[in-house]
């Protein structure tokens, strides 16, 4: 059974650093593309950041870039995301997603070409 669990969410400072983990298990991450993605009410799911896990390629969006980071652990078939100077716009349900690896990995931010998704971690950036 694939799947996804997010962990590492919580409260943090505008300028602080809050690192997301997620944990893959009922398939190795290898030919995957991971995706973390963030939600407020009301808006639509938004795509931050993805990697290809099998040569660890990676894109951004633009709100995020230079602030955030992601990354892989293939020996604990895991994924990261590394939040630097965090921004109150910040604070959103994170959720991380996978799907069968695809290109260009630029479409990679948009939501609707995954269809395995965590249950979400709440971000919340606030003093």
């Known amino acids: 059974q694939v799947q996804l669990v997010e962990s590492g969410g919580g409260l943090v400072q505008p300028g602080g650093s809050l690192r997301l983990s997620c944990a893959a298990s009922?398939?190795?991450?290898?030919?995957?593309?991971i995706g973390w993605f963030r939600q407020v009410p009301g808006k639509e799911r938004e795509g931050v950041a993805c990697?290809?896990?099998?040569?660890?390629?990676?894109y951004y969006a633009d709100s995020v870039k230079g602030r955030f980071t992601i990354s892989r652990d293939s020996a604990k078939n895991t994924v990261y995301l590394q939040m630097n100077s965090q921004k109150p716009e910040d604070t959103a349900v994170y959720y991380c997603?996978?799907?069968?690896?695809?290109?260009?990995?630029?479409?990679?931010?948009?939501?609707?070409?995954?269809?395995?998704w965590g249950q979400g971690t709440q971000v919340t950036v606030s003093s």
């Open positions: 997603a996978a799907v069968r690896f695809f290109t260009p990995l630029r479409l990679c931010v948009h939501p609707s070409f995954y269809n395995n």
């Open positions: 009922g398939f190795t991450l290898d030919g995957y593309i």
């Open positions: 990697i290809s896990s099998s040569d660890g390629s990676t």
